[in-house]
């Protein structure tokens, strides 16, 4: 079984920094793209960055220039270096993993983590 469990979550007032991580275990044999995504109380998932097997990267417009995905291969895990946090990005965050297991292309999620902006 797969899995991708997230951490770094946390409270952080406007102008703060976090960074989240998601490590992949289990039994598998090739990661491909990974990303984080998000979802506001109220809102839909939306995408917030991925990164493919090579390291390139795609942000969504409202957080370019403040978050930064990276990825370390060798131990399975992505990142998320968030900074100049705003109100509006308060969310659970998901990692998202496209995954080669038992020789079936599998699009995982992990369970999520909370970033809250706040004052």
């Known amino acids: 079984q797969v899995q991708l469990v997230e951490s770094g979550g946390d409270s952080v007032q406007p102008g703060g920094s976090l960074r989240l991580s998601c490590v992949v275990s289990?039994?598998?044999?090739?990661?491909?793209?990974m990303g984080w995504y998000r979802q506001a109380p109220g809102k839909q998932r939306e995408l917030v960055a991925t990164?493919?097997?090579?390291?390139?990267?795609r942000y969504a417009d409202s957080v370019k220039g403040r978050f930064t995905i990276s990825r370390d291969n060798p131990s399975n895990t992505a990142f998320l270096q968030m900074d100049s946090l705003k109100f509006e990005d308060t969310a659970v965050y998901y990692c998202?993993?496209?995954?080669?297991?038992?020789?079936?292309?599998?699009?995982?999620w992990g369970q999520g983590t909370q970033v809250t902006v706040s004052s």
């Open positions: 990164i493919s097997s090579q390291g390139h990267t």
């Open positions: 289990g039994n598998f044999a090739i990661i491909n793209a």
């Open positions: 998202n993993a496209e995954i080669w297991s038992d020789y079936d292309l599998r699009n995982l």
